[in-house]
């Protein structure tokens, strides 16, 4: 999975769409989890699901993809503004990753909550949307 990441991260890095996301999130975009003294806004990507696919010639990875994006601010704008510069950059995305195939990589569910953050200058209230993505590759 290192050369799924790997791919992940470039795409959003090389941003080839014009989506904007990771100027939005200031270049914070961690694998599993942020650092105790990330500043916000940023974004976290984890696999809750990684399941290995046969069909009787060719192997698949089943992938369920969560990118979470946090916000301190008061509003809704500024997560909206960057959960919308997320789905621009992947959903329905294609990009190239060493060793696999990408054959598809789709939204499939976004949930919206509300959160207190505690930060090094106190305890602040934000948000927090979790979104999923369906992603299916062709293992070669």
Request: hydrophobic share 35%; aromatic share 18%; with cysteine.
């Amino acid at each position: 999975m290192k050369n799924f990441t790997t791919a992940l991260y470039l795409h959003a890095t090389t941003d080839t769409v014009g989506s904007g996301f990771m100027s939005s999130i200031g270049s914070r975009f961690y694998e599993d989890e942020a650092p105790l003294d990330a500043e916000f806004p940023y974004a976290v990507y984890s696999m809750p699901a990684n399941v290995k696919d046969w069909q009787f010639t060719e192997r698949f990875r089943d992938i369920l993809l969560q990118i979470s994006i946090f916000s301190i601010t008061s509003g809704s704008t500024e997560i909206k503004d960057i959960y919308a510069k997320l789905f621009t950059l992947y959903d329905e995305c294609t990009f190239s990753i060493t060793g696999s195939t990408l054959k598809w990589f789709w939204f499939n569910n976004l949930t919206t909550m509300k959160e207190e953050f505690t930060t090094p200058t106190g305890t602040h209230s934000g948000r927090h949307y979790a979104v999923d993505f369906d992603i299916y590759l062709e293992v070669g």
